[in-house]
């Protein structure tokens, strides 16, 4: 079966720039999905195919995809950023979780 | 403003049946495909199952196949999960997923608040 597979905890001082990696076989062929979770909520989607941002998310949250990994890149990173994020695609119409990212920003 | 709101959770002992709900709002329920991501103590998402707009196409992960059963009422915007044959390890929180779509793909959008479902003596 499909996986991927994310750092379990990266951190990020305030005002830096945060990435998170996903990595899965030939990821880039597909597309790449990022949620933030914050601790007691439930998901939100920050970034939808590879690099597009729903409304209402800040322009700082940004995503890329090639070869084997996908990155969501937070650029001035706030402590309101910090949470867990998830990556997801699809594999043959089965749907595919990261095993989750601790962002911690101190 | 689309929402999703579940209920039905609780503490259930192993063995036990539990049916959730998820009611939808906001939006033309009928026109989407509907999913049941859970997410254990700590742990991170896992996909449950997923039903089309109509009901006529169904798929479950291989862990709840055969005790888990989705559902929608169209009707009533609502969509459902009847978990039987209980397990310490179903032990999460269940919440609700949208499937939004373009022409080109297919994400979660919004999500419901969860409920949680524990599985103990």
């Known amino acids: 079966s499909y996986e991927l597979t994310q750092p379990p905890s990266v951190s990020v001082s305030p005002g830096q720039t945060a990435s998170i990696t996903c990595s899965g076989d030939?990821?880039?062929?597909?597309?790449a999905y990022w949620y933030q979770q914050k601790p007691g909520q439930s998901p939100v989607l920050v970034i939808y195919?590879?690099?597009k941002r729903p409304s209402g998310i800040p322009e700082r949250f940004s995503g890329s995809n090639s070869g084997n990994t996908a990155t969501l890149t937070i650029s001035g990173t706030q402590a309101m950023d910090e949470a867990d994020y998830y990556c997801q695609t699809w594999d043959s119409s089965t749907v595919v979780f990261g095993g989750g990212t601790k962002l911690t920003v101190l | 403003e689309v929402e999703l709101v579940e209920s039905g959770g609780g503490l259930v002992q192993p063995g036990g049946s539990l049916r959730l709900s998820c009611g939808g709002s906001g939006f033309t329920f009928s026109k989407y495909w509907m999913h049941w991501v859970r997410q254990g103590p700590e742990k991170g998402l896992v996909w449950v199952s997923r039903i089309n707009s109509d009901g006529s196409s169904i798929s479950y992960a291989d862990s709840v196949k055969g005790r888990f059963t989705i559902s929608r009422d169209n009707a009533k915007n609502t969509l459902y999960l009847q978990m039987n044959s209980l397990r310490a390890e179903d032990t999460a929180v269940y919440y609700c997923a949208r499937e939004h779509y373009d022409s080109r793909s297919n994400w979660f959008d919004p999500w419901g608040q969860g409920t949680l479902v524990t599985v103990s003596s």
């Open positions: 030939k990821l880039g062929d597909k597309y």
């Open positions: 195919q590879d690099n």
